[in-house]
């Protein structure tokens, strides 16, 4: 029996991860060419980097998190052995990020909005200090996410500017990303 020519599942998810690598390697470097201060710019990052970190929770069946206050968006991921949300700090894609101190972000869970607060308060002499707070977008594995819409807006822009942008993630993890006219 002659043997069948083709591509084995294996092989078809190391493209794909490849593919993701080398679409994360060109986001980081748009990141030192374009200007970083605008609201369009900063929406559309987020969005392809809430959709890469559900694609990898997808490919490699590890939950992921995104984690945003008022000064920086940071990406986690769930430990299963010490069953505990640890940062990716690693050089890749998902390093945490500062939010530019020209815009705000305001942030919507199940049609309730979350405080963006810096929850940094004093506490001291619990190993609980080093932990991270737990994500409040989360990219599981299955697939699913959890739905959120995240508004980018610029602090200083000229009215008729459009400077308010929304990005909308769904259960399925689709990305949308909407300016809204001033």
Same mark, same amino acid.
């Given at each position: 029996? +002659?043997?069948?020519?083709?591509?084995?599942?294996?092989?078809? %998810?190391?493209?794909?991860?490849?593919?993701?690598?080398? &679409?994360?390697?060109?986001?980081?470097?748009?990141?030192?060419?374009?200007?970083?201060? =605008?609201?369009?710019?900063?929406?559309?990052?987020?969005?392809?980097?809430?959709?890469?970190?559900?694609?990898?929770? %997808?490919?490699?069946?590890?939950?992921?998190?995104?984690?945003?206050?008022?000064?920086? %968006?940071? !990406?986690?991921? !769930?430990?299963?052995? &010490? *069953?505990?949300?640890? $940062?990716? &700090?690693?050089?890749?894609?998902?390093?945490?990020?500062?939010?530019?101190?020209?815009?705000?972000?305001?942030?919507?869970?199940?049609?309730?909005?979350?405080?963006?607060?810096?929850?940094?308060?004093?506490?001291?002499?619990?190993?609980?200090? =080093?932990?991270?707070?737990? +994500?409040?977008?989360? !990219?599981?594995?299955?697939?699913?996410?959890?739905?959120? &819409?995240?508004?980018?807006?610029? *602090?200083?822009?000229? $009215?008729?500017?459009?400077?308010?942008?929304?990005?909308?993630?769904?259960?399925?993890?689709?990305?949308?990303?909407?300016?809204?006219?001033?």
């Amino acid at each position: 029996m +002659p043997r069948m020519r083709g591509f084995t599942l294996l092989e078809i %998810l190391i493209v794909v991860v490849l593919i993701a690598i080398l &679409t994360a390697a060109a986001i980081n470097t748009i990141n030192f060419v374009v200007d970083d201060a =605008d609201a369009e710019t900063e929406a559309r990052r987020v969005a392809a980097l809430a959709g890469l970190a559900a694609e990898e929770a %997808l490919l490699t069946g590890r939950e992921y998190g995104m984690r945003i206050d008022d000064e920086s %968006l940071q !990406f986690l991921i !769930f430990d299963d052995v &010490t *069953r505990q949300w640890q $940062p990716l &700090t690693e050089d890749n894609i998902f390093h945490p990020r500062p939010v530019p101190e020209s815009l705000d972000f305001d942030l919507v869970l199940e049609g309730q909005a979350i405080t963006l607060g810096d929850d940094s308060e004093e506490e001291t002499g619990t190993d609980e200090d =080093d932990l991270p707070e737990p +994500p409040q977008v989360m !990219f599981l594995s299955s697939g699913q996410i959890t739905p959120f &819409t995240l508004t980018v807006s610029e *602090r200083d822009a000229e $009215p008729e500017e459009n400077s308010t942008w929304t990005i909308e993630g769904d259960l399925l993890g689709r990305m949308e990303v909407e300016g809204e006219a001033q």
